[in-house]
T-cell receptor, first 113, second 117 residues
Framework: EAAVTQSPRNKVAVTGGKVTLSCNQTNNHNNMYWYRQDTGHGLRLIHY???????EKGDIPDGYKASRPSQENFSLILELATPSQTSVYFC????????????FGPGTRLTVL | AQKVTQTQTSISVMEKTTVTMDCVYETQDSSYFLFWYKQTASGEIVFLIRQDSYKKENATVGHYSLNFQKPKSSIGLIITATQIEDSAVYFC??????????????FGSGTQLTVMP
């Protein structure tokens, strides 16, 4: 079954440290997305990609970078983590040209101390 | 800009009854797509059902159906014969095209559904 997986599932980082969240999809989808979910804000888009080598800024990109080295993999990078980036991060994939459904990974809970 | 609004923060119903969750949206597009997602207590987010704006028929998948009222910019999710395992947070979402061939979803804030035995 096609799937979106994320690693790690839980991460504790220190302020100022570098954090990399990884996402892999076997859906063969062109589009991939990174969201964060916070109480009171719902799901907010950080970065997205429409194919290998591309990354685009979403609604809240400040403090984050993204990397899409292949169709299957999409990473979110926090170069200098801050406590305000403590959140749950979701990766999703979607088919180019489709109606718009996205399929989500299980999420990564990140705590920045 | 497109916007999706869910005004019901939480709903409680008895098992085996029918529940409707509300969602209104704003868009300037003549053709658009609307979605409902379910987030379980474990955090898993699952796609449930989609409505294409150009279709007059309300979408139905299993015990999920939609009440699409285009003149009111409203897309309600109806769950019939609710089960305990339907307890979750339900998100309404709309597709927003950001560039050719690429799009994002605009999500509402979610409605917490509790199904009681």
């Amino acid at each position: 079954e096609a799937a979106v997986t994320q690693s790690p599932r839980n991460k504790v980082a220190v302020t100022g440290g570098k954090v990399t969240l990884s996402c892999n999809q076997t859906n063969n989808h062109n589009n991939m997305y990174w969201y964060r979910q916070d109480t009171g804000h719902g799901l907010r888009l950080i970065h997205y990609s429409y194919g290998a080598g591309s990354t685009e800024k979403g609604d809240i990109p400040d403090g984050y970078k993204a990397s899409r080295p292949s169709q299957e993999n999409f990473s979110l990078i926090l170069e200098l983590a801050t406590p305000s980036q403590t959140s749950v991060y979701f990766c999703a994939s979607g088919h180019w040209g489709g109606a718009g459904e996205q399929y989500f990974g299980p999420g990564t809970r990140l705590t920045v101390l | 800009a497109q916007k999706v609004t869910q005004t019901q923060t939480s709903i409680s119903v008895m098992e085996k009854t029918t529940v409707t969750m509300d969602c209104v949206y704003e868009t300037q597009d003549s053709s658009y797509f609307l979605f409902w997602y379910k987030q379980t207590a474990s955090g898993e987010i699952v796609f449930l059902i989609r409505q294409d704006s150009y279709k007059k028929e309300n979408a139905t998948v299993g015990h999920y159906s939609l009440n699409f009222q285009k003149p009111k910019s409203s897309i309600g999710l109806i769950i019939t014969a609710t089960q305990i395992e339907d307890s979750a947070v339900y998100f309404c979402a709309m597709r927003e095209v950001v560039s050719s061939g690429s799009w994002q979803l605009i999500f509402g804030s979610g409605t917490q559904l509790t199904v009681m035995p």
